[in-house]
Every structure is written in C-alpha cells, then in structure tokens.
C-alpha cells in the first residue's frame, strides 16, 4: 500500500528554474549596495547613540548642539527602517543561490564556499535580527527576555563583520 504522502513530493528546484531577469546578480549588486549603505549608516549612528547613552566614557558626549543626538536617532530610525524591504528585496533576488550545487571535486573550492555560505548565514540571520528587534524596539514592545541595547550593539558587530566580509569575497579583485 502506497501512502499519499509519498506522491505528494516536491522535487527541490535548481538554480536553473529561477527564470526572471529580476533575480539576477545585477539587481542583488544594486540591491546590495544601497543596503550596504543603510547598515552602515544605521552602524555609525548606532555608536553615537551607544556612546552617547554609555555614562563611563572618558570623553563625555557633547550636550550642544542640542539637536545633534536627534539627527543621528532619526538617521538610526530610518535608515534601519529602509532596510527593511532593501533586505527582503535582496533575499528575493539572491534566493535561486540557495540551490546552487556546491564544487564537490575541488577541496580549496569547497571550503571557500562553505565559508562564504557560513559568512552568509551570519550575516543573514544578524540583519534579520537587527532589524526586527530595532522595528520593535521603536514600538517600545519588547517580548524577549534579554536586554535590548547590548544585545543590539553586539549583534551590531558581528552583523557587520559577517557584511565586511561578504564584501570581501564578492568584490572583483
């Protein structure tokens, strides 16, 4: 007796069955670039607002001009906020990679790749991360059990470390 479940089976696609010209490598590259650009801009005035609302530095923050500190948290807000469909965007287009085969006759071949598909990960999983707890963290809604502002610096790091590390293995050298 054959089951249904068994007839039901999905063969796994192959990079060849993503047909558009939309998810092609020079939309991810355009894609990419301007949310490289947005996690960078989100990075640098994350620090500010980090240093700024650290009280043991040695370097106090500067109270004047007094608007300066809601320059940077609007920059904050809405560049992380316009990461949002920039990275969802670029998951769409890049998705076809996901079943790419690997290089199964070469050692040195694969290990690159499986550290670039390491680095990915990381680099995925951090700026989802990022930018959904800073989303809720605008909303002031919080239903995790950790503290938000280290938590977000940390992965901050790392998040922009797996990104300068992307950048390095796919820029053309």
Not at 57 to 74: D, E, H, K, L, S
Not at 140 to 149: A, C, D, K, M, T
Request: aromatic fraction near 12%.
């Amino acid at each position: 007796m054959t089951s249904k479940r068994s007839s039901l089976v999905v063969p796994v696609p192959s990079e060849g069955d993503f047909t558009s010209r939309l998810r092609s490598p020079a939309v991810a590259a355009r894609v990419g670039l301007w949310l490289g650009i947005s996690f960078g801009i989100c990075f640098l005035t994350g620090l500010i607002s980090h240093y700024a609302q650290n009280g043991n530095q040695p370097i106090p923050f500067p109270a004047t001009p007094f608007w300066g500190y809601r320059v940077t948290q609007g920059l904050h807000v809405i560049s992380g906020t316009a990461a949002i469909p920039l990275l969802l965007v670029k998951l769409w287009a890049v998705y076809p990679k996901l079943f790419q085969s690997m290089p199964w006759g070469d050692v040195r071949a694969m290990a690159v790749t499986g550290l670039e598909r390491i680095s990915i990960a990381v680099l995925v999983a951090g700026g989802v991360f990022m930018l959904l707890t800073g989303l809720l963290n605008t909303a002031q809604w919080y239903p995790w059990s950790f503290s938000f502002r280290p938590t977000h610096y940390a992965v901050a790091w790392v998040t922009i470390g797996a990104l300068v590390v992307h950048i390095a293995v796919k820029l053309p050298i």
